[in-house]
């Protein structure tokens, strides 16, 4: 099965701080990558998929890159509803596997 | 309003049965790929199943092979886990989500674009 290694595994920053959290994957990928954001107690929600694509009405600040093993998700400037954890989940597989979440706290 | 609604979740013993059930509205269901994925308490994400438009195909992580079954009845518009010999490693919040594909150069890569706000299984005695 494909490991996907996120780190770090939490982070707290301030609003207005540009965050990046990474995602690393046991093989090679392609784009085959997805993000999500999930808030304490609701279902998670589609960020970015195929690495740097956005869902139509995804705010801005919000962006993926990479390809192959390493991907990122950057949040340009962090807002207060961003506080959330988040995941990537590859769909090279199956199986399909997601990382272990990065919590985003604000300061 | 594109939407997934699941149901059957509760508490159940060690070794006992659910069926979840996932009803979708709001699209084309019998056009897309559909999963399930749960998350235990206080952990992450696992994604459980997936099965093809037709029902043809399907997926399922080992940890559940040959105790669960992901099923599709594309007529009533929705979506089935069949959950037999629960173990308490089984308790989680059970999602069902669309599969959604987007075509870059000549990958198709899957992603998941709506869920539903799951269903609580408990397995305890």
């Known amino acids: 099965d494909i490991q996907m290694a996120q780190s770090p595994s939490s982070l707290s920053a301030s609003v207005g701080d540009r965050v990046t959290i990474t995602c690393r994957a046991s093989?090679?990928?392609?784009?085959?990558l997805n993000w999500y954001q999930q808030k304490p107690g609701k279902a998670p929600n589609l960020l970015i998929y195929?690495?740097?694509n956005s869902p139509s009405g995804l705010p801005s600040r919000f962006s993926g890159r990479g390809s192959g093993t390493d991907f990122t998700l950057t949040i340009t400037s962090l807002q207060p509803d961003d506080s959330a954890t988040y995941y990537c989940?590859?769909?090279?597989?199956?199986?399909?596997?997601f990382g272990q979440g990065t919590k985003v706290e604000i300061k | 309003e594109v939407q997934l609604v699941e149901s059957g979740g509760g508490l159940v013993q060690p070794g006992g049965s659910l069926r979840l059930s996932c009803a979708a509205s709001?699209?084309?269901?019998?056009?897309?790929?559909m999963s399930w994925v749960r998350q235990a308490p206080g952990k992450g994400l696992e994604w459980v199943a997936d099965?093809?438009?037709?029902?043809?195909?399907?997926n399922h992580v080992d940890s559940v092979k040959g105790r669960f079954t992901i099923s599709r009845d594309n007529a009533k518009k929705s979506l089935y886990l069949q959950m037999n010999s629960l173990r308490a490693e089984d308790t989680a919040v059970y999602y069902c989500?669309?599969?959604?594909?987007?075509?870059?150069?000549?990958?198709?890569?899957?992603?998941?674009?709506?869920w539903g706000k799951g269903t609580t299984v408990i397995v305890s005695s």
């Open positions: 093989q090679s990928i392609g784009r085959y």
């Open positions: 195929a690495a740097s």
């Open positions: 099965i093809k438009q037709d029902g043809s195909e399907k």
């Open positions: 989940q590859q769909s090279y597989g199956p199986p399909q596997t």
């Open positions: 709001g699209f084309t269901f019998s056009s897309y790929w």
């Open positions: 989500a669309r599969d959604n594909i987007v075509v870059v150069v000549d990958d198709g890569i899957d992603y998941m674009d709506v």
